[in-house]
């Protein structure tokens, strides 16, 4: 086999990964759009806000996704479902506003896909950042506390505070980048009804 | 034996940078690995010293990184450093240039390791750093890969045909898997679901289509010469390269389970992975004549012991993919511990003992040393073989009974980090031996380059050639 030849055989291999996936990928999901739904006229998945965008990108640098999945499958051959973290199978239409767009490696802890569903409460993803074992004790989720900043309280606490004990009249206050991630969490739910994946 | 010219002394300093890095970054990726999985065998330890850049989110991609990028990938391109201009017969020209060039990509892995510790990953898969580290990689490759394609495309009919495809394949699949995976996922060009598409892609090119090629070129090279015997079948090789190269971008999809893959792209993720499970079985029948018979000389010959359990973990590491691409399989196992088994066995089995046999094979011939008869060589090889062994195995049967429970709504998943406990303290050990095999071959590494043992004649791959007929290290190709 002369040089060229075997150079020429490599191009076309890999422009066939390439053009395959990526290509014939674009064309499937890459051109997909949202979906009005006419009852409430809200897009479908709704556009997170800006913050919840930074959110995605605090998410990915603690190392979340080492241990939490953002896709849930089923309803056959997989319990994802029965457990309750969603109330649908995640499509490729779901991810349509993530940037980054992830789905993690592992599922050491829960899937994540809906977690704004099933924890709406601000205050309670605060406080699983700051202390996961304060909500559940058995949880092998690693505290986040560098997210916190410690101020003194003044007069009053304010809201945002997290209600845990401090010393020398501090209050715990969540730094921006528990904010954006707190927003991004809650812009994770699918409890919207898609052509390809209608909610039961 | 050939006589190293000046300017493949040049060509040596290259090498020698990108080996010191890749043995030095390879005891640093396994003392922080232990520590990683220290935190999630006792997670109470996060409670007690919360530091953000040691918490296991950061060190967990970041290990990842040092031994693809540092390790196995610096490894690779010093050991085809030495390896290409003394095959081709053909020095390389500016030195400076390539030593150069091995300096970033040094330095791309310090300041990749400087930004997942500090600022942590960016989440992509294969590609946890920034754009910068990414250009500096690329223009390091850049440099690197131009020496060695010169030294190719000159010999390309002097010497076996097999290990010229790999390269060649490996050569142009890295920048372009590299560059457009870093135009699409970091340019916005890709939209939502397409971006995972990407990442498995790039994921695939980088392991399947840039390291396992490299791995395969120091097999089809140096295998025959440290045992003597010409590998067989031609065509059979040739098929094999054909759908290693056509199939190896394609694997990654299997991955996925549902969710935003399309599923025809999981069928064909599948279907790939199956018919390149042909392709290893193929490059399997044409290396295994090559070592039968041939037990005691691994035993003499350090080399040639790493190559053997190098070959047989290529077998068993594809084996193990086409196993967990199989429907019922994947189903079950996607979003487990089967990922970092396939890890532990691509790169701790099978790269890993590819690049020590390389390096054993190669240095002598290159700084006109022999190993020095030592026990660090012993618990270099046992260490790391049984470290390896227990990693892959530990993580794989985490990953099935994971897989099993979770599939099971009945379990709750404080119950599943429990059972994966007793397995994660097997994988502890296996990364301690692993680390002790690792800080054993440093040592003897770091004082042979320093000449701290006493000379010993160089018993290597090169005086071995004169031996085989036709083979390019022969002297009648001189």
């Known amino acids: 086999m002369k040089s060229s ?38 897009p479908a ?18 190392g979340c996704l080492e241990c939490h999945s953002l896709s849930v499958r089923g309803p056959s051959g997989s319990a994802d479902l029965t457990r309750g973290w969603g109330p649908r199978r ?32 601000s205050k309670d993803l605060l406080m699983h950042l700051y202390n996961p074992r304060q909500r559940n004790p058995n949880s092998t989720c690693p505290p986040h506390p560098w997210l916190f900043d410690s101020s003194l309280a003044g007069p009053s606490i304010e809201n945002e505070a997290l209600s845990v004990p401090t010393r020398d009249w501090k209050q715990l206050l969540p730094s921006y980048e528990a904010k954006a991630l707190v927003a991004y969490l809650q812009s994770l739910r699918t409890d919207y009804a898609l052509p390809e994946a209608p909610l039961k | ?77 010093g050991v ?44 992509l898969l294969s590609l946890p750093f920034s754009r910068s580290v990414s250009v500096l990689f690329f223009i390091s490759f850049l440099i690197l890969g131009t020496g060695l394609t010169r030294g190719l495309g000159r010999s390309w009919k002097s010497g076996p045909l097999l290990p010229r495809l790999y390269l060649l394949g490996g050569l142009i699949a890295f920048p372009l898997g590299l560059g457009t995976a870093e135009l699409l996922l970091r340019g916005s060009l890709a939209p939502g679901a397409l971006q995972i598409i990407m990442q498995f892609a790039w994921h695939s090119f980088l392991h399947h289509l840039w390291l396992t090629p490299l791995a395969l070129v120091l097999l089809f090279q140096l295998l025959p010469a440290l045992t003597g015997r010409a590998a067989g079948s031609l065509s059979l090789g040739i098929l094999s390269w054909v759908a290693t190269i056509t199939l190896g971008g394609w694997i990654g999809n299997s991955l996925a389970s549902e969710g935003p893959m399309p599923s025809w792209l999981q069928s064909a993720g599948v279907v790939a992975t199956l018919l390149l499970g042909v392709a290893v079985l193929g490059n399997t029948l044409l290396f295994k004549p090559l070592l039968e018979g041939k037990w005691e000389e691994c035993r003499r010959q350090v080399a ?73 060589l012993a618990y270099h090889f046992w260490f790391t073989t049984l470290g390896a062994a227990l990693l892959a195995s530990a993580y794989a049967l985490a990953g099935i009974f994971q897989g099993l429970a979770l599939n099971d709504p009945g379990v709750p998943m404080s119950t599943i980090s429990s059972y994966l406990r007793p397995f994660l303290v097997i994988v502890l050990a296996g990364q ?15 004082a042979s380059l320093l000449k701290l043992f006493p000379s010993v004649a160089p018993v290597a791959v090169f005086p071995a050639n004169r031996d085989i007929p036709n083979h390019p290290l022969h002297p009648a190709h001189h």
Not at chain 2, 48 to 73: D, R
Not at chain 2, 343 to 362: E, K, P, T
Not at chain 2, 432 to 446: D, E, K, N, P
């Open chain 2, 432 to 446: 301690l031996f692993w680390w002790i095999g690792q800080l054993a071959f440093s040592s003897i590494f770091f």
């Open chain 2, 80 to 123: 085809l450093l030495i390896l290409i201009p003394r095959i081709s017969g053909i020095p390389f020209r500016y030195g400076r240039l390539l030593t150069s060039a091995a300096i970033l990509w040094q330095f791309a892995v310090l300041v990749g390791l400087a930004e997942i510790l500090w600022n942590g990953s960016t989440g």
């Open chain 2, 304 to 376: 040639l012991r790493f190559f053997a359990v190098g070959f047989w973990s290529y077998f068993a590491s594809y084996a193990w993919i086409t196993f967990l691409a199989l429907p019922g399989v994947r189903q079950t196992t996607t979003f487990t511990m089967v990922g970092q088994a396939t890890q532990a066995l691509l790169l701790f089995s099978f790269y890993g003992n590819v690049l020590a046999g390389a390096i054993y094979a190669l240095l002598p011939a290159s700084r006109s040393m022999g190993w020095p008869s030592h026990p660090a």
């Open chain 1, 90 to 121: 995640t499509v490729p239409r779901d991810y349509l506003f993530r940037e980054p767009a992830l789905i993690g490696l592992s599922r050491i802890g829960s899937d994540l896909s809906n977690v704004g569903l099933r924890v709406p409460e």
């Open chain 2, 1 to 77: 034996m050939n006589s190293p010219t000046p300017s493949v002394c040049k060509a040596n300093s290259s090498a020698g940078i990108l080996l010191i890095g890749s043995v030095s970054w390879a005891l640093l990726g396994a003392g922080l690995q232990v520590l990683a999985t220290i935190q999630l065998l006792v997670p109470s330890l996060a409670y007690l010293l919360p530091i953000p850049w040691i918490g296991y989110g950061h060190l967990a991609p970041l290990v990842s990184f040092l031994f693809t990028y540092g390790w196995i990938s610096s490894g690779f391109l």
């Open chain 1, 5 to 42: 030849q075997a150079l020429v055989l490599v191009f076309l291999a890999l422009l066939f990964a390439w053009a395959g996936q990526v290509a014939l990928g674009f064309f499937q999901v890459g051109r997909l759009e949202p979906i009005l739904n006419e009852e409430t006229n809200y």
């Open chain 1, 45 to 62: 998945p709704p556009t997170p806000s800006g913050l919840a965008q930074t959110g995605a990108r605090v998410f990915a640098s603690q």
